[in-house]
């Protein structure tokens, strides 16, 4: 493999904190996620999420991802999937916020926050796009596939670090809400701003 330096992988580290810093559709899921539900639904959709941006780093390291960017229709394709997920997302905050307290048990339903962590990553093209744009900056020329999946895998321990810290501190917001009426509220709240998390992604990635 050829050879990164300490001053490029720790260069690449800050980066990728500081675009995971910068609000998207991951952050803003999480965090409002934690903040109606705990920290336990949180963290397995961060365990999610995780695993959808190694799938996707992967896909980047053996060119499939190119593919989709460059391909319109291919990427319009994943582009409003992932729209109209996180719009069904939103109404199904809405809904589950008008059920009693006692009907709901989120502890038992963990596998599905993680299958939603992951495929609301799958389908955010802008996760692609960083891979494909920002990381390449990074590598020499002529540089290997294992020094590509470097990268990503660096890549995912800072998203994964700012995801963790992201539920954490919103989880504490939970207690909050226990009471039936302060739940329906952020349910609608929840739910609102999942569809405006829909609208800002379907603007901001209109173009590659």
């Known amino acids: 493999m050829d050879m990164l330096s300490l001053p490029t992988l720790a260069t690449f580290f800050v980066t990728a904190l500081a675009i995971e810093l910068t609000p998207g559709p991951n952050m803003a899921y999480l965090a409002l996620l934690s903040a109606e539900r705990g920290r336990r639904p949180g963290l397995f959709a961060v365990a999610g999420v995780t695993l959808g941006l190694a799938i996707i780093g992967l896909l980047a390291a053996l060119g499939l991802a190119a593919i989709i960017a460059q391909n319109q229709l291919a990427y319009q394709a994943v582009r409003w999937a992932g729209i109209l997920y996180l719009?069904?997302?939103?109404?199904?905050?809405?809904?589950?916020?008008?059920?009693?307290?006692g009907q709901e048990d989120y502890s038992a339903r963990s596998h599905i926050y993680f299958r939603r962590g992951l495929i609301t990553n799958l389908l955010n093209p802008k996760a692609a796009v960083f891979y494909l744009a920002v990381l390449p900056n990074f590598l020499p020329a002529q540089a290997s596939v294992a020094s590509f999946i470097l990268l990503a895998a660096?890549?995912?321990?800072?998203a994964t670090f700012v995801h963790t810290m992201?539920?954490?501190?919103?989880?504490?917001?939970?207690?909050?809400?226990?009471?039936?009426?302060?739940?329906r509220t952020l349910g609608a709240i929840f739910g609102l701003l999942l569809v405006g998390v829909a609208i800002w992604l379907g603007l901001s990635t209109r173009q590659v």
């Not at 660096?154 to 800072?158: D, N, Q, R, S, T």
């Open 154 to 158: 660096i890549y995912v321990f800072a």
């Open 166 to 183: 992201i539920v954490v501190l919103a989880s504490q917001l939970q207690p909050f809400f226990v009471q039936p009426e302060r739940r």
């Open 87 to 101: 719009v069904w997302l939103g109404y199904d905050s809405w809904r589950d916020a008008q059920k009693p307290v």
